[in-house]
């Protein structure tokens, strides 16, 4: 597709180096849903799978190209779990760096799957630019979730697997946080369902890349406060958001409460049990049900980590 960095007979490529414990994920009409939501809502369920997110489906081919015998990422939980699993599968040495602030859960697996795992006192960017300062230091090669096409690639799997599943869909509700899910799912969906509406959510309180979708400028903010800490980010990646201006139809951001209301939705009716980031499309739904009513969406629930007493809280409050 003209003006976009993804293509694709790379993703085609990519699908066939993924390991197939992450391919296929289910994609079912959950009816129970329906009644709350005022729509028919169909779910694409990333988190049955052994890091529970989608993020492996692009760390599976970054590891398997051949490079450096080593990587550094920085990553929120869920790209440093996926990218220990893959790196492990194939000897490859990984280091993560993430905010010691991060999700204990998630910091846990990423140990447990072999990673080394180096902690700042600080946010997402600042892992950011500590994974870089390593990755010159070493001579290992940088992970960047988003900038590295293979993540988008790898992203871009699931909607080959919505426009293969038959009927299209009348909208794709999509979390948004570094690009990598929304731009590749988005390309898939321009090229082969042009009908189909892609529709990006972002919690309010985490809006950067929302804010610079709309302006058609890469806008930076201050501080995140979200529940939502996969989508975390305040500074989008230039290219990044040029390939979402071409395949996104909207960007939208919902409030925490939409967000917790989200989470306890899927819970309550469709028995997942899912981290607030994947909880957005619902959160969107929530906030505009005029907008839904009458049409079949699709939810892509993105990643199931999260830590259990926040789930607790969220879904039985006191």
Same mark, same amino acid.
């Given at each position: $597709? ?7 007979a ?18 079912y ?6 009644p709350?939501?005022? %729509? ?9 799978n ?18 450096s ?15 220990a699993w893959?790196? @492990?599968r194939?000897g ?11 999700? *204990? ?13 180096e ?6 960017e600042? =892992? ?22 293979? *993540? %988008?690639?790898g ?26 899910l ?17 529709? %990006? ?6 809006p950067? $890349?929302t804010?610079?979708?709309?302006? @058609? ?6 501080? *995140? ?28 951001l ?10 306890r939705?899927?819970f ?10 994947? =909880? ?18 699709? *939810?892509?629930? %993105?990643?199931?980590?999260?830590d259990?007493?926040?789930? @607790? ?6």
């Amino acid at each position: $597709m003209p003006g976009t960095r993804l293509d694709l007979a790379r993703i085609q490529a990519a699908r066939r180096v993924i390991d197939p414990v992450f391919l296929e994920t289910p994609l079912y009409r959950c009816e129970a849903l329906e009644p709350a939501l005022g %729509c028919a809502v169909s779910i694409k369920l990333e988190t049955a799978n052994p890091v529970r997110s989608f993020k492996a489906r692009g760390t599976e081919v970054i590891a398997s190209r051949p490079g450096s015998p080593a990587v550094v990422c920085a990553s929120a939980g869920n790209l440093g779990q996926a990218l220990a699993w893959s790196g @492990r599968r194939r000897g490859l040495g990984v280091t993560v760096v993430a905010s010691r602030y991060a999700t *204990t859960a998630k910091l846990e697996r990423i140990r447990a799957l072999g990673a080394r795992l180096e902690l700042v006192d600080g946010d997402h960017e600042l =892992a950011r630019e500590r994974a870089a300062a390593i990755a010159r230091r070493d001579g290992i090669r940088l992970v960047e979730d988003s900038l590295d096409l293979e *993540t %988008c690639e790898g992203a871009a799997t699931i909607g080959l697997e919505l426009v293969d599943a038959g009927p299209s869909f009348d909208a794709v509700l999509i979390a948004l946080g570094g690009g990598a899910l929304a731009t590749g799912v988005g390309h898939v969906l321009r090229a082969r369902a042009p009908s189909t509406e892609v529709i %990006c959510v972002q919690p309010q309180g985490a809006p950067a $890349m929302t804010r610079s979708w709309h302006e @058609r400028r890469v806008v930076t903010t201050g501080p *995140t406060n979200t529940i939502a800490d996969g989508v975390a980010g305040r500074c989008p990646i230039p290219e990044v958001l040029d390939d979402l201006l071409v395949v996104a139809d909207d960007a939208v951001l919902v409030g925490e409460a939409s967000i917790i209301a989200g989470v306890r939705l899927l819970f309550d009716h469709a028995g997942l049990v899912v981290e607030p980031s994947a =909880a957005l499309g619902v959160a969107a739904i929530l906030e505009d049900p005029r907008r839904f009513a009458g049409r079949h969406v699709v *939810t892509i629930v %993105c990643g199931g980590n999260v830590d259990p007493a926040a789930h @607790r809280g969220w879904t039985h409050p006191a």
